[in-house]
């Protein structure tokens, strides 16, 4: 008999399932499910918005399970799915509230997103340290790595340790030092075994189970599977929340909706803000290589300059030949005076390509100083193209969406709506960000939708098919409900007609935050030039003072 861990709904439930009906009313590409519906009092919840629902088509490679509330002490279960964006910040790919904790219940929430994410299983997960979940992930994301969160071990280790941490101090740093900077797998089992032998704790079941399980969180072991992260020092110690700042300890039901609301309009401002930034500013150079131009133009601002500290590092990391067998030429790569941290580096001169024993460019998508440092070596001027992941550039969200779902619309109505939904909308967005940029630009994107509005509108008037209806289903047994799309069916001329009123609406006043979105950018920009000229008359008077 499996346990179960219970918080009961009550009243703040209803007022989050009144929201997700009305969001999904007035967006068909909003899903939400219910588990158990006909026992709301403890039933678990689950939605994704549309944005999130098209995000995970760009970075769903590498996923985040928050369950932080559960050490938090937070008064509501509130889970979410997270990822990173082009820009390294985090984004939301749904949220869930368990009330009511067992396997069957994260079964049903797994299956339940991945339904929802139109079936597409991640590279890898990264998730809390719970029996639960990793029943879980084995059964419903078969092919998927997962590993355990650090900050999760060394919090559980922390405290069934606590006396050995209060009488051995040094303990736990040599701990984190045993997992963070082994480089090899032969290190890491060594520096393991001596540290236990060192603190006499060789038999301690909970270091036992986690060596057991090693291969779920030691970096060493990981280090061949995509995980998204910007660095390897960085490590995973703790998760990034798409929610820290705005679901705590003090947070109830009842402002949980608000809260959720305030904290995806942050980000979205924060990721449209890292837009403007990437497109219309130019980084600092530092050195002459025609290989970090490149890279200036392809990546984000925050992923050039982590490319950029990796290609100034191969100054200080040349590249020894050690081998040479036609084609394939190996390396040992070695800051200047650390010769026993070296790394090895192997490269094929006919296909361009090159592998490094960090492995970071499999971990992070981010090519590493040490291969860097052999193409400086071998002469190659730019970045070959499998090295520049379309996830960490600045046209990450470009036609991505389209080109790789367009063969994978389905055939049924009740299907497609949300999918066509997703597309036409991320199209739409397209056009009001690209358009916001310049006063030209948004005159041409602005006469593009009006002339489709136009076509849309004809075509619907001399449509005399009808919509297929969609209503909300029940999976099996009873335990999914399902609220995905609410399309009318049947349709009068009196409510097509009313149907195109809205569209007009919802058509102006889209264009009305295009205007907005122009304004607040051409305020940006006007306070930039500011800037300029109050740094120019400062240069300019220290100019004078030097002179005097």
């Given at each position: 008999?499996?346990?179960?861990?219970?918080?009961?709904?009550?009243?703040?439930?209803?007022?989050?399932?009144?929201?997700?009906?009305?969001?999904?009313?007035?967006?068909?590409?909003?899903?939400?499910?219910?588990?158990?519906?006909?026992?709301?009092?403890?039933?678990?919840?689950?939605?994704?918005?549309?944005?999130?629902?098209?995000?995970?088509?760009?970075?769903?490679?590498?996923?985040?399970?928050?369950?932080?509330?559960?050490?938090?002490?937070?008064?509501?279960?509130?889970?979410?799915?997270?990822?990173?964006?082009?820009?390294?910040?985090?984004?939301?790919?749904?949220?869930?509230?368990?009330?009511?904790?067992?396997?069957?219940?994260?079964?049903?929430?797994?299956?339940?997103?991945?339904?929802?994410?139109?079936?597409?299983?991640?590279?890898?997960?990264?998730?809390?340290?719970?029996?639960?979940?990793?029943?879980?992930?084995?059964?419903?994301?078969?092919?998927?790595?997962?590993?355990?969160?650090?900050?999760?071990?060394?919090?559980?280790?922390?405290?069934?340790?606590?006396?050995?941490?209060?009488?051995?101090?040094?303990?736990?740093?040599?701990?984190?030092?045993?997992?963070?900077?082994?480089?090899?797998?032969?290190?890491?089992?060594?520096?393991?075994?001596?540290?236990?032998?060192?603190?006499?704790?060789?038999?301690?079941?909970?270091?036992?189970?986690?060596?057991?399980?090693?291969?779920?969180?030691?970096?060493?072991?990981?280090?061949?599977?995509?995980?998204?992260?910007?660095?390897?020092?960085?490590?995973?110690?703790?998760?990034?929340?798409?929610?820290?700042?705005?679901?705590?300890?003090?947070?109830?039901?009842?402002?949980?909706?608000?809260?959720?609301?305030?904290?995806?309009?942050?980000?979205?401002?924060?990721?449209?803000?890292?837009?403007?930034?990437?497109?219309?500013?130019?980084?600092?150079?530092?050195?002459?290589?025609?290989?970090?131009?490149?890279?200036?133009?392809?990546?984000?601002?925050?992923?050039?300059?982590?490319?950029?500290?990796?290609?100034?590092?191969?100054?200080?990391?040349?590249?020894?030949?050690?081998?040479?067998?036609?084609?394939?030429?190996?390396?040992?790569?070695?800051?200047?005076?650390?010769?026993?941290?070296?790394?090895?580096?192997?490269?094929?001169?006919?296909?361009?390509?090159?592998?490094?024993?960090?492995?970071?460019?499999?971990?992070?998508?981010?090519?590493?100083?040490?291969?860097?440092?052999?193409?400086?070596?071998?002469?190659?001027?730019?970045?070959?193209?499998?090295?520049?992941?379309?996830?960490?550039?600045?046209?990450?969200?470009?036609?991505?969406?389209?080109?790789?779902?367009?063969?994978?619309?389905?055939?049924?109505?009740?299907?497609?709506?949300?999918?066509?939904?997703?597309?036409?909308?991320?199209?739409?967005?397209?056009?009001?960000?690209?358009?916001?940029?310049?006063?030209?630009?948004?005159?041409?994107?602005?006469?593009?939708?009006?002339?489709?509005?136009?076509?849309?509108?004809?075509?619907?008037?001399?449509?005399?098919?009808?919509?297929?209806?969609?209503?909300?289903?029940?999976?099996?047994?009873?335990?999914?409900?399902?609220?995905?799309?609410?399309?009318?069916?049947?349709?009068?001329?009196?409510?097509?007609?009313?149907?195109?009123?809205?569209?007009t609406a919802e058509l102006e006043a889209t264009n009305q935050r295009c205007e907005v979105y122009r304004a607040n950018l051409l305020a940006v920009l006007k306070d930039m030039e500011e800037q300029k000229l109050k740094l120019s008359v400062k240069v300019q008077n220290a100019r004078l003072s030097l002179k005097e």
């Amino acid at each position: 008999m499996s346990i179960t861990r219970q918080c009961p709904l009550g009243g703040g439930g209803h007022h989050v399932l009144d929201y997700l009906k009305h969001m999904q009313a007035e967006n068909p590409a909003f899903f939400y499910a219910v588990q158990d519906v006909n026992n709301l009092a403890c039933g678990n919840i689950f939605w994704a918005d549309a944005t999130s629902r098209t995000n995970y088509s760009y970075f769903g490679d590498a996923v985040i399970l928050d369950t932080t509330y559960k050490t938090n002490r937070c008064r509501v279960p509130f889970t979410s799915f997270n990822g990173l964006n082009h820009h390294g910040q985090p984004v939301l790919f749904g949220c869930a509230l368990i009330f009511n904790e067992s396997e069957s219940s994260f079964i049903w929430l797994f299956r339940t997103w991945l339904h929802a994410m139109s079936g597409r299983h991640p590279v890898s997960i990264t998730t809390d340290l719970d029996p639960f979940i990793q029943v879980t992930v084995a059964q419903v994301l078969p092919s998927t790595r997962h590993r355990f969160c650090e900050w999760s071990i060394f919090r559980e280790t922390r405290g069934k340790l606590a006396h050995l941490c209060q009488s051995y101090p040094a303990f736990e740093t040599e701990f984190k030092k045993c997992v963070h900077e082994s480089e090899t797998i032969d290190e890491f089992e060594s520096y393991w075994h001596s540290l236990l032998e060192r603190f006499y704790v060789m038999d301690n079941e909970w270091l036992q189970s986690i060596y057991n399980s090693r291969q779920h969180w030691v970096p060493v072991y990981l280090r061949e599977t995509f995980f998204g992260e910007i660095s390897l020092n960085e490590g995973n110690e703790y998760l990034i929340s798409f929610f820290d700042g705005y679901v705590n300890s003090s947070t109830t039901l009842q402002v949980l909706v608000r809260q959720y609301e305030k904290a995806v309009s942050s980000w979205h401002e924060k990721e449209l803000k890292a837009d403007y930034d990437t497109t219309n500013s130019s980084p600092v150079l530092k050195t002459p290589s025609p290989m970090e131009k490149q890279a200036a133009s392809l990546y984000t601002r925050k992923i050039f300059m982590k490319f950029q500290e990796e290609l100034v590092e191969t100054l200080a990391n040349p590249a020894i030949k050690i081998d040479d067998s036609g084609t394939i030429t190996t390396y040992r790569v070695a800051k200047f005076g650390e010769n026993q941290k070296s790394h090895v580096v192997t490269f094929n001169s006919f296909e361009m390509k090159a592998s490094c024993s960090c492995q970071m460019f499999e971990f992070s998508g981010i090519i590493c100083r040490h291969i860097l440092s052999v193409f400086r070596a071998k002469n190659v001027l730019t970045l070959p193209s499998q090295y520049v992941l379309t996830r960490w550039t600045r046209n990450a969200k470009t036609g991505t969406l389209l080109d790789e779902h367009a063969s994978e619309l389905p055939s049924t109505s009740r299907e497609s709506v949300p999918v066509c939904y997703n597309n036409l909308r991320q199209e739409a967005i397209k056009y009001v960000e690209e358009g916001a940029k310049s006063i030209q630009i948004y005159h041409v994107a602005m006469r593009a939708l009006k002339e489709a509005a136009k076509k849309v509108c004809t075509i619907k008037n001399q449509s005399s098919g009808t919509a297929e209806g969609a209503t909300a289903t029940n999976g099996s047994r009873g335990e999914l409900l399902v609220a995905d799309e609410d399309v009318p069916s049947n349709q009068s001329v009196a409510e097509k007609q009313k149907k195109i009123g809205e569209l007009t609406a919802e058509l102006e006043a889209t264009n009305q935050r295009c205007e907005v979105y122009r304004a607040n950018l051409l305020a940006v920009l006007k306070d930039m030039e500011e800037q300029k000229l109050k740094l120019s008359v400062k240069v300019q008077n220290a100019r004078l003072s030097l002179k005097e």
